[in-house]
């Protein structure tokens, strides 16, 4: 992959008790991607999740069969933020868990080692220093925040002062490298199931407005479809904001219909948000680009659904954006 190019994958909500067809089919599609052997520099180089590798708790037990075996064949690294059922606990668990032990075991090790529950898959853990944290690469800056486990997020006052100084921080760097923030609650979200949730608006619009920075792009998951809005803020800024929640847990949540008296689509808070496409029916992934020439610096995001009728066909690009990183 030559420096002025990077390419990854992303999706969440990739795990699943039931109907473990769909996670499968996911996951071999990605590592098809991987494996191809096409011209161009277009192979994947990881695969960041955006939360809820398991469920419907975080145990250990739940990883081999939601998450390694899937991805035994995935060969590159994963990085991932924790969702609300990766850091849930059953309360009925006789050994008593403390949140999240799982999850850090897996992804976030001071170095990468064996795995005593990952079974026969070979995969070691990841190097992540914390569950909240910047993946820093040459072409972007990944701030990947942990929203906890309520059913619309919640931020710590500790991350929220890290968040806005790794904002700034970005921010110096962004002449050369787009600024990428990933959670796993949608802010904004149509779907029938969980809607937007006004803690995460609330968050990020707060953050944004004390650090003076806005991002290029917002990646979540935990709603389980796709949804691609942009939002444009006061000062002119438009973000596209992605949900991609359609990783491979079986039931996919159906978008609420204009003018439904249930799901209301009328607020101030949403004046400036717009609905730009969507996916409610199958399952899939997103391949995102960010490439530098001597003219252009752009990121670009393509969303595949794969064949969820179980006719062997290949996933196929649903929907495409890009983003102009030029400053």
């Known amino acids: 992959m030559p420096a002025n190019k990077m390419v990854f994958h992303m999706a969440g909500d990739t795990g699943g008790l039931v109907s473990p067809v769909f996670k499968h089919r996911i996951a071999n599609e990605m ?5 191809a052997v096409a011209p161009g520099d277009n192979h994947p180089q990881f695969f960041f999740h955006l939360g809820d590798v398991v469920y419907n708790f975080g145990h250990a037990a739940e990883y081999y069969p939601q998450f390694f075996e899937p991805y035994r064949n995935y060969p590159n690294p994963i990085f991932a933020i924790p969702g609300n059922h990766d850091a849930d606990i059953d309360p009925f668990d006789e050994n008593e868990p403390q949140s999240l032990d799982a999850f ?7 170095a990468s080692k064996p795995i005593p529950f990952s079974g026969d898959s070979g995969r070691k853990s990841n190097i992540q220093p914390n569950v909240y944290y910047t993946l820093k690469t040459p072409l972007a800056n990944i701030i990947a925040l942990y929203s906890n486990v309520p059913r619309f997020g919640t931020i710590t006052p500790v991350q929220k002062a890290w968040f806005i100084n790794e904002l700034k ?3 110096a760097e962004r002449s050369g490298k787009a600024l990428i923030v990933c959670l796993h609650h949608s802010a904004y979200s149509a779907d029938t199931n969980h809607g ?3 803690p995460m608006q ?3 619009n707060t953050a944004f407005n004390e650090a003076g ?13 796709y949804q691609r809005f942009s939002k444009q803020y006061p000062n002119g800024k438009v973000v596209p904001f992605i949900v991609a929640g359609a990783g491979g847990y079986a039931d996919l949540h159906k978008i609420a219909q204009p003018g439904d008296p249930a799901f ?6 949403l004046d400036d948000v717009h609905l730009e496409r969507y996916c409610d029916e199958t399952h899939g992934f997103l391949k995102v680009t960010i490439e530098k020439t001597e003219t252009d610096f752009m990121l670009k995001g393509d969303y595949y659904t794969a064949d969820d009728s179980g006719k062997g066909l290949p996933a196929s690009i649903y ?8 400053n």
């Open 319 to 326: 929907d495409s954006f890009t983003v102009d990183l030029v």
């Open 104 to 110: 850090i075991k897996v992804f976030c090790d001071t």
């Open 264 to 269: 209301p689509d009328q607020s101030k808070l």
């Open 196 to 198: 937007s949730s006004l």
């Open 31 to 35: 590592i098809s991607q991987c494996n």
């Open 169 to 171: 921080s970005a921010e």
């Open 202 to 204: 609330l968050f990020l």
């Open 213 to 225: 920075v806005w991002p290029d792009v917002v990646f979540s998951g935990h709603v389980h479809n």
